[in-house]
């Protein structure tokens, strides 16, 4: 079900930071739609703030069951690998999840992990010849870490990110979307025009935002659906069209 909030700020990049602010969520999360443009008035008289209109999706709620529950003894549950790591730490279920899953697909590799400033977990699977891991354009590293996540944000009050990474992928990666990045914006700012880029995947769309969250006269944001989400590189000043 798609929800959508709207909030306003001194310009469109506050008000969408509002917005993530409130509903917990990452710009890569969310499609962002620019309601009214921030106008600074006369001698900084008159003006009005930004305002913008987030949308984002939440599950459905389940539909009641036709048929009554039955008196019976409850089924002891399956124990879940979050269900024994201790509050506000996810490594043992990281590592118990991890080395389970590389077991299952027969490859020789053990994750490292350590805990980013952000308070994410950065996961590097260590071993030899993990090319297979990686996949093409990243797809299975990606399909790892998605896996990884929601098995440990499962039954979890407070969602954590989780990178993995495996032989320096992420950090290559990282390097050409941030030199396309800002050459795109270099581009955005000369003629006044947005750009879409391609489809890209969750990661990929947080590198953009994040390396173009500073660039002057600059405004990113998602649009599209999964598996053909995109991000667009919006001009931030003046009237334009694209949003």
């Known amino acids: 079900m798609l929800q959508y909030i709207e909030t306003t700020g001194k310009n469109e990049e506050e008000a969408i ?16 739609e620019v309601l009214e443009r921030a106008k600074s008035g006369f001698l900084g008289i008159g003006g009005s703030p930004a305002k913008v209109k987030v949308s984002y999706e939440v599950p459905d709620a389940p539909a009641p069951k036709a048929e009554p529950v039955k008196a019976e003894a409850p089924t002891a549950p399956v124990s879940q690998p979050n269900e024994s790591a201790p509050a506000g730490d996810r490594t043992e279920a990281i590592t118990i999840f991890l080395t389970g899953l590389m077991a299952h697909m027969g490859v020789s590799a053990s994750p ?29 590293l990606d399909a790892i870490q998605q896996l990884t996540s929601y098995s ?41 025009r947005n750009v879409t880029l391609e489809p890209m995947n969750a990661y990929e769309r947080h590198v953009i935002h994040t390396a173009l969250q500073d660039y002057p006269d600059v405004t990113t944001y998602s649009t599209g659906t999964e598996p053909n989400r995109r991000t667009v590189v919006a001009y931030s000043r003046g009237e334009h069209r694209g949003q």
């Open 152 to 192: 440990v944000n499962r039954g979890q009050s407070k969602r954590v990110r989780i990178h993995v990474d495996a032989e320096g992928y992420r950090a290559k990666r990282e390097e050409s979307l941030e030199r396309l990045a800002r050459k795109v914006a270099g581009k955005v700012v000369k003629y006044r």
């Open 17 to 32: 930071n509002a917005a993530l602010r409130k509903l917990g969520l990452d710009r890569d999360e969310v499609s962002v």
């Open 112 to 140: 490292r992990i350590t805990m980013g400033e952000d308070g994410s977990y950065k996961v590097t699977l260590e071993g030899e010849n993990l090319g297979a891991l990686i996949g093409r354009r990243g797809e299975t």
